[in-house]
């Protein structure tokens, strides 16, 4: 009996051994997961509501902060700013804030690139979207910002990916916040 148990260590040990001859790639941490579920969230100091996936993690955020989603190197956020100016209804003055914000954006990243630049409506109020490209710490990044004029607040959005995952973070993820958001203006 002694021996016997002197070889179930060994027999283990071996057995343990011979798992490690199949090699594992450890997961991607960059790795951007596809958008599985969803949930409703309040976010009553901001004033929004919005479905964002399960499977992404959340963190809530401080004003003018809301939150930002992450899964891998995607990311996407909100803010809430609370404005005191007249905000663009369309037309002619929302195209004169899309030129103000473009020359915001120029004059904070010099190498910003731009893709596009657009208006329209979010959930029926007036909105400014801009893609474009740009490096952050040395990482080239595809960006999709889009500003919603909304109950007195400027509710700004963006989606920042690797390129390769860009898509998937704006139609999947970005584009359902867009979708699903109810405004209800910011509380100072």
């Given amino acids: 009996m002694p021996a016997l148990r002197l070889l179930l260590p060994l027999a283990a040990a071996a057995a343990l051994a011979g798992c490690g001859a199949q090699r594992a790639d450890p997961p991607d ?16 100091v901001a004033g929004l509501t919005v479905s964002v996936p399960r499977n992404w993690t959340l963190e809530r955020r401080r004003a003018p ?13 909100a803010f809430a700013y609370p404005r005191e100016e007249r905000l663009p209804r369309g037309g002619r003055g929302l ?19 731009l893709l596009e630049a657009e208006t329209g409506k979010i959930a029926g109020a007036p909105a400014i979207g801009v893609r474009g490209v740009q490096t952050l710490s040395r990482r080239r990044l595809v960006t999709r910002s889009v500003h919603v004029f909304a109950r007195g607040t400027e509710y700004v959005f963006e989606a920042l990916a690797p390129p390769g995952d860009f898509d998937l973070v ?18 100072e």
Wanted: charged share 25%.
């Fill in 65 to 77: 902060g809301v939150f930002v989603l992450r899964s891998g190197a995607g990311l996407v956020t």
């Fill in 95 to 113: 195209d004169e804030a899309k030129d103000r914000l473009l020359g915001q954006i120029r004059a904070r990243d010099p190498d910003f690139e």
């Fill in 29 to 44: 941490p960059a790795a951007v997961e596809p958008p599985q579920g969803q949930r409703t969230l309040s976010f009553r």
């Fill in 170 to 187: 704006s139609s999947e993820v970005l584009s359902r916040v867009l979708t699903s958001a109810k405004f209800s203006g910011a509380s």
